[in-house]
Protein backbone atom coordinates (compact mmCIF):
# COMPACT_ATOMS: atom_id res chain seq x y z
CA UNK A 1 0.00 0.00 0.00
CA UNK A 2 1.09 3.16 -1.33
CA UNK A 3 0.89 6.73 1.15
CA UNK A 4 2.42 10.03 0.49
CA UNK A 5 5.64 10.35 2.08
CA UNK A 6 5.35 12.14 5.69
CA UNK A 7 6.93 15.67 6.18
CA UNK A 8 6.64 16.08 10.31
CA UNK A 9 10.01 17.19 11.27
CA UNK A 10 9.43 16.08 15.10
CA UNK A 11 8.15 12.46 14.89
CA UNK A 12 11.89 11.52 16.85
CA UNK A 13 11.03 13.43 19.52
CA UNK A 14 7.24 11.74 20.41
CA UNK A 15 7.35 8.80 22.25
CA UNK A 16 10.03 6.26 22.23
CA UNK A 17 13.06 6.30 20.05
CA UNK A 18 12.30 5.75 16.13
CA UNK A 19 13.89 5.52 13.41
CA UNK A 20 13.38 8.55 11.03
CA UNK A 21 15.23 9.27 7.90
CA UNK A 22 15.85 12.75 6.94
CA UNK A 23 15.49 13.71 2.91
CA UNK A 24 15.56 16.38 0.76
CA UNK A 25 12.37 17.41 -0.32
CA UNK A 26 12.53 17.47 -4.44
CA UNK A 27 10.83 19.52 -7.03
CA UNK A 28 8.70 17.55 -8.64
CA UNK A 29 5.06 18.64 -8.70
CA UNK A 30 2.97 15.40 -8.10
CA UNK A 31 -0.77 17.14 -8.93
CA UNK A 32 -2.19 15.79 -12.17
CA UNK A 33 -2.52 18.82 -14.60
CA UNK A 34 -6.04 18.82 -15.06
CA UNK A 35 -6.80 18.73 -11.46
CA UNK A 36 -3.96 21.93 -10.37
CA UNK A 37 -6.07 23.80 -13.52
CA UNK A 38 -9.64 22.92 -12.77
CA UNK A 39 -9.00 23.76 -8.77
CA UNK A 40 -6.92 27.31 -9.50
CA UNK A 41 -9.79 28.04 -12.23
CA UNK A 42 -12.53 27.51 -9.17
CA UNK A 43 -10.19 29.73 -6.58
CA UNK A 44 -11.33 32.76 -9.51
CA UNK A 45 -13.95 34.60 -8.86
CA UNK A 46 -14.91 36.00 -12.12
CA UNK A 47 -16.63 33.67 -14.72
CA UNK A 48 -14.70 35.88 -17.54
CA UNK A 49 -11.15 35.50 -16.06
CA UNK A 50 -11.96 32.23 -15.32
CA UNK A 51 -12.67 31.33 -19.16
CA UNK A 52 -9.48 33.40 -20.24
CA UNK A 53 -7.21 31.52 -17.56
CA UNK A 54 -8.26 28.26 -19.24
CA UNK A 55 -7.70 29.11 -22.41
CA UNK A 56 -4.09 30.81 -20.99
CA UNK A 57 -3.19 26.92 -19.31
CA UNK A 58 -4.12 25.55 -22.95
CA UNK A 59 -1.91 27.78 -24.80
CA UNK A 60 0.71 27.39 -22.63
CA UNK A 61 0.73 23.58 -22.94
CA UNK A 62 0.85 23.89 -26.97
CA UNK A 63 2.93 26.82 -26.86
CA UNK A 64 5.86 24.55 -24.91
CA UNK A 65 5.22 20.92 -26.71
CA UNK A 66 6.40 23.23 -29.70
CA UNK A 67 9.07 24.28 -27.58
CA UNK A 68 10.65 20.74 -26.97
CA UNK A 69 8.98 19.21 -30.05
CA UNK A 70 12.39 19.21 -31.98
CA UNK A 71 14.06 18.06 -29.08
CA UNK A 72 12.80 15.15 -28.38
CA UNK A 73 12.18 14.40 -32.22
CA UNK A 74 15.82 14.21 -32.00
CA UNK A 75 16.36 12.08 -29.17
CA UNK A 76 13.70 9.77 -30.30
CA UNK A 77 15.91 9.40 -33.82
CA UNK A 78 18.85 8.50 -31.75
CA UNK A 79 17.26 6.26 -29.56
CA UNK A 80 16.04 4.17 -32.44
CA UNK A 81 20.09 3.72 -33.79
CA UNK A 82 20.35 2.05 -30.35
CA UNK A 83 17.23 0.38 -30.09
CA UNK A 84 17.93 -3.68 -27.80
CA UNK A 85 15.44 -4.49 -30.11
CA UNK A 86 15.88 -3.11 -34.00
CA UNK A 87 19.14 -0.52 -33.27
CA UNK A 88 21.42 -2.72 -34.58
CA UNK A 89 19.64 -3.20 -37.82
CA UNK A 90 19.59 0.29 -38.40
CA UNK A 91 23.18 0.98 -37.19
CA UNK A 92 24.23 -1.32 -40.34
CA UNK A 93 21.85 0.30 -42.74
CA UNK A 94 23.72 3.74 -42.15
CA UNK A 95 26.82 2.20 -42.40
CA UNK A 96 28.79 4.64 -39.90
CA UNK A 97 32.54 4.57 -38.42
CA UNK A 98 33.39 3.85 -35.09
CA UNK A 99 33.55 7.14 -34.00
CA UNK A 100 30.60 8.74 -35.56
CA UNK A 101 28.63 5.73 -33.38
CA UNK A 102 30.56 7.26 -30.42
CA UNK A 103 29.70 10.59 -30.86
CA UNK A 104 25.82 9.76 -31.47
CA UNK A 105 25.68 7.86 -28.95
CA UNK A 106 26.98 10.91 -26.50
CA UNK A 107 24.50 13.15 -28.05
CA UNK A 108 21.84 10.99 -26.96
CA UNK A 109 22.93 10.53 -23.76
CA UNK A 110 23.45 14.57 -23.38
CA UNK A 111 19.30 14.57 -24.85
CA UNK A 112 18.60 11.85 -22.44
CA UNK A 113 19.84 14.10 -18.71
CA UNK A 114 18.55 16.51 -20.22
CA UNK A 115 15.33 15.42 -20.05
CA UNK A 116 16.30 13.56 -16.70
CA UNK A 117 16.60 17.23 -15.19
CA UNK A 118 13.88 18.90 -16.77
CA UNK A 119 11.41 16.17 -15.51
CA UNK A 120 13.14 16.37 -11.84
CA UNK A 121 14.79 13.57 -11.16
CA UNK A 122 17.87 13.09 -9.48
CA UNK A 123 21.09 10.45 -10.04
CA UNK A 124 21.06 8.14 -6.97
CA UNK A 125 24.49 9.08 -5.28
CA UNK A 126 26.63 7.37 -2.72
CA UNK A 127 24.64 8.73 0.26
CA UNK A 128 21.43 7.68 -0.73
CA UNK A 129 23.02 4.47 -1.21
CA UNK A 130 24.40 4.21 2.20
CA UNK A 131 20.93 5.32 3.48
CA UNK A 132 19.27 2.25 1.53
CA UNK A 133 21.53 0.12 3.10
CA UNK A 134 21.32 0.96 6.23
CA UNK A 135 18.29 -1.48 7.13
CA UNK A 136 16.62 -4.33 5.64
CA UNK A 137 13.10 -4.76 4.46
CA UNK A 138 11.56 -7.61 2.46
CA UNK A 139 15.09 -8.75 0.53
CA UNK A 140 17.20 -10.42 3.24
CA UNK A 141 20.19 -11.45 1.02
CA UNK A 142 22.81 -10.01 -0.25
CA UNK A 143 22.61 -9.05 -4.44
CA UNK A 144 25.53 -8.03 -6.15
CA UNK A 145 25.81 -7.17 -9.99
CA UNK A 146 27.38 -9.38 -12.31
CA UNK A 147 29.83 -6.36 -13.50
CA UNK A 148 31.70 -8.89 -16.48
CA UNK A 149 28.73 -8.53 -18.12
CA UNK A 150 28.39 -4.75 -18.02
CA UNK A 151 29.90 -2.26 -20.41
CA UNK A 152 31.67 0.54 -18.79
CA UNK A 153 32.74 2.91 -21.71
CA UNK A 154 29.97 4.21 -22.60
CA UNK A 155 29.14 6.39 -19.14
CA UNK A 156 32.87 6.13 -18.70
CA UNK A 157 32.87 8.67 -21.40
CA UNK A 158 30.10 10.70 -21.05
CA UNK A 159 30.40 11.50 -17.18
CA UNK A 160 34.33 12.33 -18.23
CA UNK A 161 32.83 15.29 -20.73
CA UNK A 162 30.21 16.19 -18.74
CA UNK A 163 30.52 17.25 -15.34
CA UNK A 164 27.67 15.85 -12.52
CA UNK A 165 27.67 16.88 -9.00
CA UNK A 166 27.38 13.90 -6.48
CA UNK A 167 27.97 11.54 -8.39
CA UNK A 168 29.24 8.14 -7.09
CA UNK A 169 32.44 7.46 -7.02
CA UNK A 170 34.20 5.53 -9.62
CA UNK A 171 35.22 2.43 -7.44
CA UNK A 172 33.61 -0.13 -5.67
CA UNK A 173 33.05 0.43 -1.45
CA UNK A 174 32.85 -2.15 1.07
CA UNK A 175 31.86 -0.90 4.56
CA UNK A 176 31.76 -3.55 7.37
CA UNK A 177 28.99 -2.59 10.63
CA UNK A 178 27.39 -4.58 12.96
CA UNK A 179 24.30 -6.49 11.57
CA UNK A 180 21.37 -7.76 13.56
CA UNK A 181 22.11 -11.38 11.74
CA UNK A 182 25.81 -10.84 11.66
CA UNK A 183 28.94 -10.34 13.69
CA UNK A 184 30.31 -8.59 10.64
CA UNK A 185 28.57 -8.45 7.24
CA UNK A 186 30.63 -6.89 4.12
CA UNK A 187 28.27 -5.19 2.11
CA UNK A 188 29.12 -4.18 -1.49
CA UNK A 189 27.63 -0.57 -1.82
CA UNK A 190 26.05 0.03 -5.51
CA UNK A 191 28.92 0.68 -7.58
CA UNK A 192 27.61 2.72 -10.99
CA UNK A 193 28.70 5.67 -12.78
CA UNK A 194 30.58 3.81 -15.05
CA UNK A 195 28.54 0.86 -15.46
CA UNK A 196 24.91 1.79 -15.17
CA UNK A 197 23.04 5.04 -13.77
CA UNK A 198 20.05 4.82 -11.48
CA UNK A 199 17.98 8.09 -11.44
CA UNK A 200 15.41 8.60 -9.18
CA UNK A 201 12.29 10.83 -7.82
CA UNK A 202 9.12 10.95 -5.72
CA UNK A 203 9.23 9.93 -1.91
CA UNK A 204 6.43 7.29 -1.09
CA UNK A 205 6.24 4.92 1.92
CA UNK A 206 5.03 0.69 1.68
CA UNK A 207 3.96 -0.96 4.57
CA UNK A 208 3.89 -5.15 4.72
CA UNK A 209 1.92 -6.62 7.42
CA UNK A 210 2.68 -10.46 8.09
CA UNK A 211 3.81 -12.83 10.61
CA UNK A 212 7.71 -12.93 9.86
CA UNK A 213 8.66 -16.04 12.24
CA UNK A 214 11.97 -16.72 10.43
CA UNK A 215 12.82 -13.45 10.47
CA UNK A 216 11.98 -13.15 14.22
CA UNK A 217 14.00 -16.26 14.90
CA UNK A 218 17.04 -14.22 13.44
CA UNK A 219 16.45 -11.09 15.19
CA UNK A 220 16.44 -13.17 18.57
CA UNK A 221 19.04 -14.79 17.34
CA UNK A 222 21.03 -11.99 16.61
CA UNK A 223 20.54 -10.36 19.58
CA UNK A 224 21.43 -13.04 21.55
CA UNK A 225 24.62 -13.30 19.57
CA UNK A 226 25.42 -9.19 20.19
CA UNK A 227 25.02 -9.42 23.46
CA UNK A 228 27.27 -12.67 24.46
CA UNK A 229 29.96 -10.57 21.85
CA UNK A 230 29.79 -7.92 24.15
CA UNK A 231 29.92 -9.33 27.27
CA UNK A 232 32.73 -11.77 25.81
CA UNK A 233 34.53 -8.74 24.59
CA UNK A 234 34.48 -6.85 28.24
CA UNK A 235 35.47 -9.65 29.83
CA UNK A 236 38.53 -9.88 27.57
CA UNK A 237 39.88 -6.38 28.40
CA UNK A 238 39.08 -6.90 31.80
CA UNK A 239 41.22 -10.02 32.05
CA UNK A 240 43.74 -8.48 29.34
CA UNK A 241 44.31 -5.07 31.93
CA UNK A 242 44.25 -7.95 35.33
CA UNK A 243 47.28 -10.02 33.20
CA UNK A 244 48.90 -6.12 32.30
CA UNK A 245 48.74 -5.31 36.14
CA UNK A 246 50.15 -8.53 37.59
CA UNK A 247 53.33 -9.01 35.37
CA UNK A 248 54.16 -5.21 34.63
CA UNK A 249 53.00 -4.52 38.04
CA UNK A 250 54.53 -7.07 40.74
CA UNK A 251 54.22 -4.50 43.39
CA UNK A 252 51.08 -3.60 43.02
CA UNK A 253 51.81 -0.07 42.06
CA UNK A 254 49.27 0.83 38.83
CA UNK A 255 51.01 3.58 36.78
CA UNK A 256 48.81 6.39 36.17
CA UNK A 257 48.97 5.12 31.99
CA UNK A 258 47.15 1.76 33.68
CA UNK A 259 44.76 3.71 35.87
CA UNK A 260 43.80 5.90 33.12
CA UNK A 261 43.01 2.84 30.58
CA UNK A 262 41.16 1.06 33.67
CA UNK A 263 38.98 4.19 34.39
CA UNK A 264 38.28 4.85 30.19
CA UNK A 265 37.09 1.19 30.74
CA UNK A 266 34.17 1.16 32.91
CA UNK A 267 33.64 4.89 31.85
CA UNK A 268 32.91 3.77 28.60
CA UNK A 269 29.07 2.71 29.14
CA UNK A 270 28.48 6.32 30.87
CA UNK A 271 30.28 7.89 28.16
CA UNK A 272 27.81 5.83 25.72
CA UNK A 273 24.93 7.06 27.51
CA UNK A 274 25.52 10.89 27.08
CA UNK A 275 26.57 10.23 23.26
CA UNK A 276 23.53 9.28 23.05
CA UNK A 277 21.82 12.24 24.71
CA UNK A 278 23.84 14.85 22.97
CA UNK A 279 22.59 13.38 19.68
CA UNK A 280 18.87 13.54 20.49
CA UNK A 281 20.07 17.23 21.63
CA UNK A 282 21.74 17.58 17.92
CA UNK A 283 18.87 16.11 16.39
CA UNK A 284 15.59 18.48 18.29
CA UNK A 285 18.20 21.37 16.61
CA UNK A 286 18.24 19.63 13.11
CA UNK A 287 14.36 19.24 13.33
CA UNK A 288 14.00 23.05 14.10
CA UNK A 289 16.88 24.01 11.40
CA UNK A 290 15.83 21.79 8.53
CA UNK A 291 12.32 22.33 8.54
CA UNK A 292 12.73 21.98 4.32
CA UNK A 293 13.21 18.52 4.67
CA UNK A 294 11.18 15.05 4.46
CA UNK A 295 11.42 12.98 7.99
CA UNK A 296 10.27 9.42 7.04
CA UNK A 297 9.89 7.02 9.64
CA UNK A 298 11.77 3.49 9.04
CA UNK A 299 9.48 0.34 11.28
CA UNK A 300 12.00 -2.71 11.07
CA UNK A 301 12.35 -6.07 12.66
CA UNK A 302 15.93 -4.77 13.60
CA UNK A 303 14.41 -2.48 16.07
CA UNK A 304 10.90 -3.66 17.01
CA UNK A 305 10.35 -3.92 20.62
CA UNK A 306 10.28 -8.05 21.08
CA UNK A 307 7.16 -8.16 23.27
CA UNK A 308 4.90 -11.55 23.36
CA UNK A 309 2.76 -10.59 21.51
CA UNK A 310 5.14 -9.08 18.71
CA UNK A 311 6.63 -12.47 18.29
CA UNK A 312 3.29 -14.79 18.22
CA UNK A 313 1.05 -11.61 15.93
CA UNK A 314 1.40 -10.46 12.49
CA UNK A 315 3.58 -7.01 12.60
CA UNK A 316 3.42 -3.96 10.20
CA UNK A 317 7.11 -3.47 9.02
CA UNK A 318 7.12 0.30 6.64
CA UNK A 319 9.78 1.45 4.51
CA UNK A 320 10.43 4.83 2.69
CA UNK A 321 10.13 4.55 -1.12
CA UNK A 322 11.50 5.54 -4.42
CA UNK A 323 7.81 6.07 -6.16
CA UNK A 324 9.98 6.06 -9.94
CA UNK A 325 13.16 4.58 -10.42
CA UNK A 326 15.07 4.94 -14.18
CA UNK A 327 18.25 2.42 -14.74
CA UNK A 328 20.58 2.97 -17.98
CA UNK A 329 22.52 0.86 -18.40
CA UNK A 330 24.74 -1.22 -21.60
CA UNK A 331 25.27 -4.75 -21.54
CA UNK A 332 28.95 -6.14 -22.49
CA UNK A 333 29.62 -7.35 -26.16
CA UNK A 334 30.33 -11.15 -26.86
CA UNK A 335 33.91 -11.28 -28.15
CA UNK A 336 33.55 -10.52 -31.59
CA UNK A 337 30.58 -8.39 -31.56
CA UNK A 338 29.69 -4.77 -30.99
CA UNK A 339 26.39 -4.78 -29.26
CA UNK A 340 25.61 -0.60 -29.03
CA UNK A 341 22.39 -1.38 -27.43
CA UNK A 342 21.02 1.04 -24.74
CA UNK A 343 19.20 -0.17 -22.00
CA UNK A 344 16.45 2.18 -20.22
CA UNK A 345 14.13 0.74 -17.71
CA UNK A 346 11.95 2.11 -15.56
CA UNK A 347 10.10 0.91 -12.30
CA UNK A 348 7.74 2.53 -9.43
CA UNK A 349 7.28 2.38 -5.82
CA UNK A 350 11.20 0.80 -4.79
CA UNK A 351 11.52 -0.01 -1.14
CA UNK A 352 14.72 1.91 -0.66
CA UNK A 353 16.30 -0.68 1.46
CA UNK A 354 15.50 -3.35 -1.42
CA UNK A 355 17.08 -1.04 -3.95
CA UNK A 356 18.98 -3.58 -5.71
CA UNK A 357 15.69 -4.94 -6.76
CA UNK A 358 16.25 -2.61 -9.91
CA UNK A 359 20.34 -3.67 -10.45
CA UNK A 360 20.67 -4.98 -13.75
CA UNK A 361 22.99 -8.28 -14.23
CA UNK A 362 22.15 -9.74 -11.33
CA UNK A 363 24.46 -12.44 -9.70
CA UNK A 364 22.56 -15.29 -8.55
CA UNK A 365 23.02 -14.84 -4.62
CA UNK A 366 24.24 -17.69 -2.11
CA UNK A 367 24.71 -17.89 1.39
CA UNK A 368 27.07 -15.33 2.89
CA UNK A 369 30.23 -15.41 4.30
CA UNK A 370 28.82 -15.14 7.80
CA UNK A 371 26.56 -17.99 6.92
CA UNK A 372 29.09 -20.25 6.25
CA UNK A 373 31.07 -18.84 9.12
CA UNK A 374 27.49 -19.47 11.81
CA UNK A 375 27.44 -22.93 10.10
CA UNK A 376 31.16 -23.92 10.45
CA UNK A 377 31.81 -22.76 13.99
CA UNK A 378 28.28 -24.72 14.66
CA UNK A 379 29.71 -27.66 13.74
CA UNK A 380 33.30 -27.12 15.00
CA UNK A 381 31.43 -26.36 18.85
CA UNK A 382 29.11 -29.37 17.98
CA UNK A 383 31.98 -31.70 17.31
CA UNK A 384 34.00 -30.71 20.25
CA UNK A 385 31.51 -30.80 22.99
CA UNK A 386 30.41 -34.41 21.29
CA UNK A 387 34.44 -35.53 21.70
CA UNK A 388 34.35 -34.24 24.74
CA UNK A 389 31.13 -35.94 25.81
CA UNK A 390 32.37 -39.58 24.40
CA UNK A 391 35.97 -39.00 26.59
CA UNK A 392 34.12 -39.16 29.55
CA UNK A 393 34.08 -42.33 31.55
CA UNK A 394 30.34 -42.83 31.46
CA UNK A 395 29.34 -40.91 28.21
CA UNK A 396 25.39 -40.62 28.47
CA UNK A 397 23.81 -42.07 25.02
CA UNK A 398 21.18 -39.86 25.18
CA UNK A 399 23.43 -36.74 25.79
CA UNK A 400 25.21 -37.09 22.97
CA UNK A 401 22.26 -37.75 20.94
CA UNK A 402 21.15 -34.30 22.00
CA UNK A 403 24.02 -32.95 20.86
CA UNK A 404 23.67 -34.20 17.66
CA UNK A 405 20.45 -33.40 17.33
CA UNK A 406 21.09 -29.61 18.28
CA UNK A 407 23.50 -29.60 15.90
CA UNK A 408 21.32 -30.94 13.11
CA UNK A 409 18.54 -28.41 14.14
CA UNK A 410 20.47 -25.45 13.86
CA UNK A 411 22.46 -26.39 10.40
CA UNK A 412 18.85 -27.34 9.00
CA UNK A 413 17.48 -23.60 10.53
CA UNK A 414 20.69 -21.66 8.67
CA UNK A 415 19.32 -23.93 5.32
CA UNK A 416 16.01 -23.39 5.40
CA UNK A 417 16.18 -20.03 6.51
CA UNK A 418 18.38 -19.44 3.03
CA UNK A 419 15.71 -21.04 1.30
CA UNK A 420 13.34 -18.78 1.91
CA UNK A 421 15.20 -16.00 1.80
CA UNK A 422 15.49 -17.48 -2.07
CA UNK A 423 12.01 -17.91 -2.41
CA UNK A 424 10.84 -14.87 -1.14
CA UNK A 425 13.92 -12.99 -3.76
CA UNK A 426 12.06 -14.69 -6.70
CA UNK A 427 8.68 -13.49 -6.18
CA UNK A 428 10.10 -9.93 -5.67
CA UNK A 429 12.14 -10.69 -8.47
CA UNK A 430 8.85 -11.58 -10.60
CA UNK A 431 6.81 -8.77 -8.67
CA UNK A 432 9.50 -6.51 -9.88
CA UNK A 433 9.22 -7.12 -13.60
CA UNK A 434 5.27 -7.57 -13.78
CA UNK A 435 4.25 -5.05 -11.49
CA UNK A 436 6.95 -2.52 -10.52
CA UNK A 437 8.41 -2.18 -14.09
CA UNK A 438 6.35 0.33 -15.40
CA UNK A 439 8.15 0.63 -19.09
CA UNK A 440 11.24 0.53 -20.82
CA UNK A 441 13.07 1.54 -23.88
CA UNK A 442 11.38 3.64 -26.55
CA UNK A 443 8.18 3.42 -24.17
CA UNK A 444 10.03 5.37 -21.33
CA UNK A 445 11.20 8.57 -23.20
CA UNK A 446 7.85 8.76 -24.38
CA UNK A 447 6.62 8.83 -20.83
CA UNK A 448 9.80 10.98 -20.34
CA UNK A 449 8.58 13.19 -23.07
CA UNK A 450 5.40 13.76 -22.10
CA UNK A 451 6.55 14.28 -18.23
CA UNK A 452 8.66 17.42 -18.91
CA UNK A 453 6.02 19.41 -20.23
CA UNK A 454 3.37 18.75 -17.64
CA UNK A 455 6.43 19.64 -14.97
CA UNK A 456 6.88 22.81 -17.29
CA UNK A 457 3.28 23.59 -17.91
CA UNK A 458 2.58 23.41 -13.88
CA UNK A 459 4.96 25.52 -13.07
CA UNK A 460 4.37 28.42 -14.95
CA UNK A 461 0.54 28.07 -14.24
CA UNK A 462 1.44 28.23 -10.77
CA UNK A 463 3.57 30.60 -10.66
CA UNK A 464 1.27 32.94 -13.23
CA UNK A 465 -1.95 32.51 -10.72
CA UNK A 466 0.46 33.94 -7.59
CA UNK A 467 1.07 36.72 -9.73
CA UNK A 468 -2.13 37.22 -11.11
CA UNK A 469 -3.83 37.12 -7.57
CA UNK A 470 -1.09 38.13 -5.15
CA UNK A 471 0.35 40.89 -7.75
CA UNK A 472 4.28 42.02 -7.62
CA UNK A 473 6.58 39.79 -5.71
CA UNK A 474 10.88 39.32 -5.70
CA UNK A 475 11.79 36.05 -6.58
CA UNK A 476 12.27 34.62 -2.88
CA UNK A 477 8.11 35.91 -2.18
CA UNK A 478 6.91 33.99 -5.46
CA UNK A 479 9.10 31.33 -4.52
CA UNK A 480 7.33 31.12 -0.86
CA UNK A 481 4.01 31.76 -1.94
CA UNK A 482 3.77 28.77 -4.69
CA UNK A 483 4.88 26.42 -2.25
CA UNK A 484 2.32 27.82 0.27
CA UNK A 485 -0.14 27.60 -2.21
CA UNK A 486 0.59 23.76 -2.88
CA UNK A 487 0.68 23.00 0.92
CA UNK A 488 -2.67 24.38 1.36
CA UNK A 489 -4.63 23.88 -2.02
CA UNK A 490 -3.59 20.12 -2.38
CA UNK A 491 -1.61 18.99 0.91
CA UNK A 492 1.63 18.51 -0.56
CA UNK A 493 5.28 19.81 -0.25
CA UNK A 494 7.58 20.56 -2.92
CA UNK A 495 10.93 22.84 -3.26
CA UNK A 496 9.50 24.95 -6.03
CA UNK A 497 11.84 25.90 -9.02
CA UNK A 498 10.86 29.63 -8.87
CA UNK A 499 14.06 30.58 -11.11
CA UNK A 500 13.26 27.53 -13.86
CA UNK A 501 9.76 29.18 -13.81
CA UNK A 502 10.43 32.65 -14.17
CA UNK A 503 12.39 32.14 -16.85
CA UNK A 504 9.80 30.32 -19.17
CA UNK A 505 7.22 33.30 -18.12
CA UNK A 506 9.79 35.50 -19.51
CA UNK A 507 10.33 33.67 -22.71
CA UNK A 508 6.35 33.53 -23.00
CA UNK A 509 6.59 37.02 -22.69
CA UNK A 510 3.65 37.47 -20.02
CA UNK A 511 5.53 38.64 -17.09
CA UNK A 512 7.54 42.01 -16.76
CA UNK A 513 9.74 43.66 -14.02
CA UNK A 514 9.70 46.80 -12.41
CA UNK A 515 12.09 49.60 -11.42
CA UNK A 516 13.05 47.34 -8.40
CA UNK A 517 13.25 44.05 -9.82
CA UNK A 518 10.08 43.45 -8.30
CA UNK A 519 8.13 40.13 -10.73
CA UNK A 520 4.61 41.45 -12.19
CA UNK A 521 2.19 39.71 -14.55
CA UNK A 522 -0.18 40.99 -17.47
CA UNK A 523 -3.94 40.85 -17.72
CA UNK A 524 -5.25 37.35 -18.56
CA UNK A 525 -6.69 38.93 -21.83
CA UNK A 526 -3.35 40.53 -22.99
CA UNK A 527 -1.32 36.86 -21.95
CA UNK A 528 -3.37 35.23 -24.20
CA UNK A 529 -2.85 37.87 -27.30
CA UNK A 530 0.79 37.58 -26.65
CA UNK A 531 0.81 34.43 -27.09
CA UNK A 532 -1.43 33.95 -29.89
CA UNK A 533 -3.50 31.42 -31.10
CA UNK A 534 -1.85 27.75 -31.59
CA UNK A 535 -1.53 25.59 -34.39
CA UNK A 536 -3.83 23.25 -32.28
CA UNK A 537 -6.49 26.11 -32.01
CA UNK A 538 -6.41 26.55 -35.87
CA UNK A 539 -6.83 22.79 -36.34
CA UNK A 540 -9.75 22.57 -33.28
CA UNK A 541 -11.30 25.34 -35.26
CA UNK A 542 -11.04 23.92 -38.94
CA UNK A 543 -12.58 20.63 -37.78
CA UNK A 544 -15.43 22.78 -36.29
CA UNK A 545 -16.48 24.42 -39.47
Known amino acids: MQEPAMADARTGKMGKEKDVVRLERESV ?11 LAYLIEHQYDREEFLKLCKRVEYTMRAWYH ?16 HGSKKL ?3 NLSYEEIDTLEQNFLSYFFQ ?4 SNFNIVNDDEVELAHSGQYLLNLPIKVD ?16 HHENLPEFSDKVISFMHYKFLLCYVTL ?11 RGIGLDRTTNFFFMEKVDVIIGRAWRWFLEKTRYSIQCINLFWEFIFAHPK ?3 SPCWNFRLRKLFSRERKMVGSKTDSKKNDDIAYEVEDKDLYVERIRLETMELS ?3 LIGRVTIQEPTFEEVIVLYRRKSPKGQDDRAIHVKHFKNIPMADMELVLPEKKNPSLTPMDWVQFIVSVVIGLVTLTSSLEMPKADFWVVIAILSALAGYCAKIYFSFQQNMATYQNLITQSMYDKQLDSGKGTLLHLCDDVIQQEVKEVIIAYYILMENGKATSDDLDLQCEELIQEEFGLQCDFEVMDAVRKLERLGIITRDSIGRICCVALKRANEIIGATTEELVMKARQS
Open 308 to 310: FRN
Open 70 to 85: LQFDDMMELFALFDPV
Open 29 to 39: ISIMKPKLIMK
Open 252 to 254: GQA
Open 115 to 118: VMEK
Open 190 to 200: LFFACQYVIFR
Open 147 to 162: ESKLDNKLLSRYFQEH
Open 92 to 94: QQQ
